[in-house]
C-alpha cells in the first residue's frame, strides 16, 4: 500500500460537480493498493496515518497525531504509475478494482474518514498546512 499523507487547513473532493467528500483541518490520505495488499497491510497503514505525529503542538513543535482531527481518504490508484521507461506511466503494480476497493474501504473506516467515490473521476481541492506532505508505503 501506499499513501500521500498531507496535512490541510481543508479539502474537499467532488464527483459531477458535487461535493462528496470534505475536511477541516485534518489529513488528506491519497491512498493506493497494490498487488500482495491485504487486510494486516490496511490496517498497518490506517494505524500508522493515526499515529504520525506532525501536528505542532503547544511549543509549535510537530509533535502530535491526529487526534480528533479528520480526514480525508481518496483512492489512487496512479499512486502506482511507474515511469521508469517511456513517457506513459504503467499501471500494472496497481491491484485490481475487487481488490483495492474493500482494502481502501477498510482504511477508510478504520480512520473514521470521509472519502470520495471509488473509482469516479474526482476532483479534489485542498489547502496544504505548512505544507507538510509525507509518503508511506507497505510491502
Do not use: W
Not at 496512479?78 to 517511456?86: E, I, S
Amino acid at each position: 500500500m501506499r499513501a500521500l499523507v498531507q496535512r490541510v487547513s481543508r479539502a474537499e473532493v467532488r464527483v459531477d460537480g458535487h461535493v462528496v467528500g470534505a475536511t477541516g483541518p485534518g489529513l488528506l490520505v491519497l491512498l493506493g493498493v497494490g498487488h500482495g495488499d491485504d487486510e494486516a497491510a490496511a490496517d498497518r497503514l490506517a494505524d500508522k496515518v493515526a499515529a504520525l505525529r506532525i501536528f505542532e503542538d503547544e511549543d509549535g513543535r510537530m509533535n502530535d497525531a491526529l487526534g480528533d482531527r479528520e480526514v480525508l481518504c481518496i483512492s489512487q490508484f496512479t499512486l502506482y504509475g511507474d515511469t521508469r521507461r517511456g513517457n506513459r506511466p504503467s499501471f500494472v503494480d496497481a491491484a485490481d478494482p475487487q481488490v483495492a476497493e474493500p482494502l481502501y474501504e477498510r482504511v477508510c473506516e478504520r480512520l473514521g474518514a470521509q472519502r470520495g467515490i471509488f473509482g469516479a473521476h474526482m476532483e479534489v481541492e485542498l489547502v496544504n498546512d505548512g505544507p507538510v506532505t509525507v509518503l508511506l508505503e507497505f510491502p
